[in-house]
């Protein structure tokens, strides 16, 4: 496929029509009129200048490959023959540019988290060939994986580190295009889009953190799922997730669905604006660095910022496959509903500044506030784009860095409240 790719740049490089088409073998005649009848011996009559854009039957065209003898090699005429409508695309991207400066490094985030998702991807598939979403089954064949299958314990803590470092590195590729205010005019869209996809990515982790039927998922999913109960229509909302009164073999199911289908396929969506922006719109640099001469130069999108991302993506496996080694993530215990919640429940760390102020708020009325908190939240932070016009008129934002520095605090701070309380 790559070197698909690569024949299709290289061939783009050179004019999207046929270098030389040969001369049309016969004169075409005019319509209505039959074919004047073809020289008997000697060279082929000579033909007058093909008109352009008018159809002509496939026996009077000039070539039925007009590739075939130019100096390109054969996959690359092949390619030219049947994409060339692509070539201004590629052109386009071939002048795509990255901007150096003290702050680049954080350009590799989206990369890396876009690594992991496709990670995600295969490792998920390969648990499908045995997991088994029943309530009476998929505690025992998270077992099996981990100690039966040939190389199931890497693949299972694989897709769990992964998911990690996914939800990590969106995090952090979601903060730092925040601070260096990538989300101005014309990229509003690439923010609401990516905060879609962060939604999504968390989206991922909830609803697979159940699948493995343990003790610990188990009650946490239950609590998780218990909080739209407070709101206005949350009652139905309780019972769309659990697919019943309470967590189950129904809940499980309809987790498994999400996880595996639903989720994917938004994804595949959101992910697709998202990157096609990221290549018609190109990369931003931070305000005023341009002007301030901070620009130390600026890197060919391809192909030389796309090897310091495999560079990255490099990096980023090595990290993965130790922590998968080293620090492998526990099954627990099988479920049981009818026992009583053991202590230290607690949802996936990704959750835990948003945990932290649900504990914070209780008192009566706490848990709509929090809800209420949240939604808000979620809306400006969606819409910061559209109402930061300083930004947008490329001038310093210094509130929405605040807005931005309180956020963060929150999250931190939760966090490390949730971490001190109850440790890893
Ligand atoms: C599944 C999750 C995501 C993936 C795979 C992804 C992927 C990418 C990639 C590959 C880039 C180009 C390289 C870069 O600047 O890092 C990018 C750019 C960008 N992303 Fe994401 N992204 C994700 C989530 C997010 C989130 C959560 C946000 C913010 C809410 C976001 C906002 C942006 C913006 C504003 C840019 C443009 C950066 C610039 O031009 O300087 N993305 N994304």
């Given amino acids: 496929m790559a070197e698909e790719n690569n024949n299709i740049q290289a061939a783009a490089s050179k004019p999207s029509v046929p270098d030389k088409p040969k001369p049309p073998a016969a004169k075409p005649s005019a319509p209505g009129k039959p074919n004047p009848p073809a020289p008997k011996t000697g060279a082929p009559a000579k033909a007058g200048p093909a008109k352009r854009g008018v159809y002509k039957p496939s026996e009077v065209r000039a070539e039925t490959n007009p590739f075939k003898d130019n100096k390109r090699g054969a996959v690359q005429s092949w390619m030219q023959e049947r994409f060339y409508i692509l070539n201004p695309v590629i052109d386009y991207l071939k002048k795509k540019e990255v901007p150096q400066h003290r702050l680049s490094f954080f350009y590799y985030f989206g990369g890396l988290t876009l690594f992991f998702f496709s990670i995600q991807i295969i490792t998920g598939l390969l648990l499908l060939f045995y997991y088994r979403p029943t309530e009476a089954e998929a505690f025992a ?108 073999g129904e809940t499980l199911t309809r987790m498994f669905a999400m996880h595996v289908v639903l989720l994917p396929g938004l994804v595949m969506l959101f992910l697709s604006g998202h990157l096609f922006l990221v290549q018609v719109l190109g990369t931003s640099s931070p305000i005023g660095y341009k002007e301030a001469g901070l620009i130390k130069g600026y890197d060919r999108f391809f192909p030389d910022f796309i090897v310091k991302d495999g560079v990255a993506w490099l990096i980023g496996f090595a990290l993965l496959i130790y922590l998968a080694v080293v620090f492998p993530w526990e099954i627990g ?58 930004a947008s008129r490329e001038e310093k934002s210094p509130l929405f860095t605040i807005l931005g520095l309180l956020v963060l605090a929150f999250m931190v701070i939760g966090t490390f409240r949730v971490y001190l309380e109850y440790g890893w």
């Avoid at 998922?217 to 229509?233: D, L, R, W």
């Avoid at 709509?368 to 809306?379: D, Q, S, V, Y």
């Fill in 333 to 390: 215990v099988k479920a049981d509903p009818l026992a009583a919640a053991p202590d230290g429940i607690k949802p996936e760390w990704y959750f835990w500044a948003q945990f932290q102020l649900l504990k914070d708020l209780k008192f009566e009325g706490g848990e709509l506030l929090a809800i209420i908190i949240f939604t808000i939240g979620a809306i400006v932070w969606t819409l910061v784009p559209f109402m930061d016009k300083k």
């Fill in 141 to 248: 064949r998270f077992v099996y994986i981990q100690t039966e299958v040939p190389f199931g314990w890497l693949i299972r803590q694989v897709h769990a580190w992964s998911a990690n470092l996914m939800v990590l590195m969106a995090f952090i590729h979601m903060f730092s295009t925040f601070f260096m205010k990538a989300y101005r005019k014309p990229r509003e869209l690439m923010w609401v889009s990516g905060f879609v996809l962060l939604i999504l990515t968390l989206g991922f982790g909830f609803t697979g953190y159940l699948l493995p039927w343990n003790e610990l998922a188990y009650f946490a999913t239950q609590i998780g799922t218990e909080v739209p109960k407070v709101a206005p229509g949350g009652e139905f909302i309780v019972r769309l997730l659990r697919g019943g009164e309470e967590v189950g």
